[in-house]
């Protein structure tokens, strides 16, 4: 199982920047699926997340400017960040909880794909 990421790059403060992520491989399902950031110097956190129930969590910090949605068909979840700040540079993560067969739950993490907001 892989998550293959893509987007990111090179924004203006105030622009906006449209991230996917893409589940491959041979797998059951996927519980949860979504996004981490990590800024230079400072802990990864979460930014906005499907959980198993199908709600969305989001990081209050980028509630209101970032919308996470997914294409169940692609095993693709998005984020679509507008109103870009300077804070919000850093490398960006997927992660997803995948269960392989029944009753094995994997955690995976892509590559990460860098987002850098200038002012």
């Known amino acids: 199982v892989q998550l293959v990421e893509s987007g990111g790059g090179l924004v203006q403060a105030g622009g906006s920047v449209r991230l996917s992520c893409a589940a491959s491989g041979s797998f059951f399902s996927i519980n949860t699926m979504g996004w981490y950031r990590q800024a230079p110097g400072k802990q990864r956190e979460l930014v906005a997340t499907f959980i198993k129930n199908g709600r969305s969590n989001y990081a209050d910090s980028v509630k209101g400017r970032f919308t996470i949605s997914r294409d169940n068909a692609k095993n693709t979840v998005y984020l679509q960040m507008n109103s870009l700040r300077t804070e919000d540079t850093g490398v960006y993560y997927c992660?997803?909880?995948?269960?392989?067969?029944?009753?094995?739950?994997?955690?995976?993490w892509g590559q990460g794909t860098q987002v850098t907001v200038s002012s």
């Open positions: 992660n997803a909880e995948i269960e392989r067969q029944i009753g094995y739950t994997y955690l995976y």
